[in-house]
């Protein structure tokens, strides 16, 4: 079983930034990639980044491009969330979720285990 437990979230400004962690129980065989989502009132669950541990490739959604940056610490088994020029539109509940994904990395179903969720909120 793995446990991921998301942290850094809070209230930051239009244009601010915040940097969300996501740390993983452990790191095995089962969970060789490590997602973002996010869900915001009265919408559906969306996909923001992910990222391979092995090779370290990144992917994105394109509302998130060039302001959002995923990266990985392995000896640490965490992976974080830079997120850059923030905008009220970004306001979102934000789960970090792991598992055996090796294409199409914006379906939350292919994801088998999920963190508790951070809150981020963007006043304009």
């Known amino acids: 079983q793995v446990q991921l437990v998301e942290s850094g979230g809070g209230l930051v400004q239009a244009g601010g930034s915040l940097r969300l962690s996501c740390a993983a129980s452990t790191r095995t065989i089962i969970t060789p990639t490590t997602g973002w989502f996010r869900q915001a009132p009265g919408k559906e669950r969306e996909f923001v980044a992910a990222?391979?541990?092995?090779?370290?490739?990144?992917y994105y959604a394109d509302s998130v491009k060039g302001r959002f940056t995923i990266s990985r610490d392995n000896a640490k088994n965490t992976v974080l969330l830079q997120m850059n020029s923030l905008k009220p539109e970004d306001t979102a509940v934000y789960y970090c979720a792991a598992g055996r994904v090796f294409y199409d990395y914006g379906n939350g179903k292919k994801y088998d285990y999920w963190g508790q969720g951070t809150q981020v909120t963007v006043s304009s």
């Open positions: 990222i391979r541990w092995s090779g370290g490739s990144t």
